[in-house]
């Protein structure tokens, strides 16, 4: 089992990176072989599967194969998807206005914060609106790395 202090909260903009070439690809790649190998533990509420399932039905470049290809692969990484609570909802709706955030993105907020956990994600627009949060880890910074290691 992996410790508290080892678990990560990612959100879709990470999980994205997964099956499309993106700047800091390789960081993410990275993470997710940390959680592959059992030294992080990725978390996520289950909004992750629609929010990246939906963006590559969407992408020119997945086919409908692909797709349910992507599906499985990220079932297969046994992430930690939590179903929001009423108590999830009342935290994300105080996060989305605290951050002028959507509720979507305030969801995975405040499961970082209950699990007081740091969020990685590359969602710029998320940092720049979240930047008071000490939960908010942009996949591009130097932070990254001092998280994974």
């Keep these: 089992m992996v410790e508290p202090k080892h678990k990560i909260v990612i959100d879709a903009s990470v999980a994205m990176k997964w099956f499309i070439q993106e700047r800091n690809r390789d960081r993410a790649l990275i993470l997710r072989e940390k959680h592959v190998k059992g030294e992080r ?3 996520a509420p289950d909004l992750l599967i629609y929010e ?3 963006s590559l039905r969407y992408n020119p470049e997945f086919t409908e194969a692909d797709v349910r ?5 990220l079932f297969g990484l046994h992430l930690e998807l939590s179903s929001p609570t009423i108590r999830d909802m009342d935290k994300a709706s105080e996060n ?13 907020l405040s499961l970082a914060e209950s699990e ?4 990685i994600t590359a969602d710029e627009r ?19 790395f001092q998280i994974i290691s």
């Design 69 to 73: 290809d992507a599906v499985k692969a």
């Design 126 to 144: 998320l940092c720049e609106k979240a930047e008071e949060s000490p939960s908010v880890i942009p996949l591009s910074s130097d932070k990254f």
């Design 116 to 119: 007081k956990s740091p969020i």
């Design 41 to 43: 533990s990725l978390l």
């Design 52 to 54: 990246v399932c939906n």
């Design 96 to 108: 989305a206005f605290k951050y002028d955030i959507t509720i979507y993105d305030a969801l995975y």
